[in-house]
């Protein structure tokens, strides 16, 4: 007579889990760690180049607080750069003037040469807005079009004597 096998199991310390449920609770493990790391990424990463949805800010808090003057006053070119200076006022009111109109008229920024006729007698001011306009439909940043138009405009101040 043999010996008999005996139809319980060994006892081998617990209940394993299964590998199907090892499989879903490491994705789950992994997909939080994905999901934070994503949300650190997201709020701590430099801005970057402006986009469609990130464009340069056109509107906000002004240093120049007068309206510009309407664009139906003028025609031509001098239209075009007070229309410009109207739709983004942000952005020509971060421009610093080359005609330095700072020095010799007392505005505080670009934008300040449009809410008078100054504007409109100054090749370099209009220049200076077209410029910054078309910076702005390209989507680039606030700083970059600072730093193209300072790039384009710039010249030594020289006093009026």
């Not at 060994?10 to 997909?31: C, L």
């Not at 650190?40 to 003057?69: C, D, F, H, W």
């Not at 080359?98 to 809410?115: G, P, R, S, V």
Request: charged residues 25%.
């Amino acid at each position: 007579m043999g010996k008999r096998k005996s139809n319980k199991k060994k006892k081998s310390g617990g209940r394993k889990p299964s590998g199907r449920k090892t499989f879903w609770t490491a994705s789950a493990f992994i997909a939080v760690i994905l999901m934070v790391l994503g949300g650190v990424y997201v709020y701590t990463k430099p801005p970057g180049r402006a986009t469609a949805s990130n464009p340069a800010p056109a509107k906000g808090q002004l240093i120049e607080n007068r309206p510009v003057l309407s664009s139906a006053l003028f025609s031509g070119k001098t239209a075009l750069a007070y229309k410009y200076a109207a739709e983004i006022p942000k952005v020509i009111d971060s421009q610093f003037c080359y005609c330095y109109c700072k020095k010799n008229n007392n505005h505080k920024t670009l934008l300040t040469c449009f809410t008078s006729t100054h504007g409109s007698k100054c090749d370099i001011c209009m220049d200076e807005v077209i410029y910054a306009y078309g910076l702005y439909e390209d989507g680039l940043s606030l700083d970059e079009i600072v730093v193209a138009v300072d790039k384009k405009f710039y010249r030594p101040y020289k006093r009026r004597l």
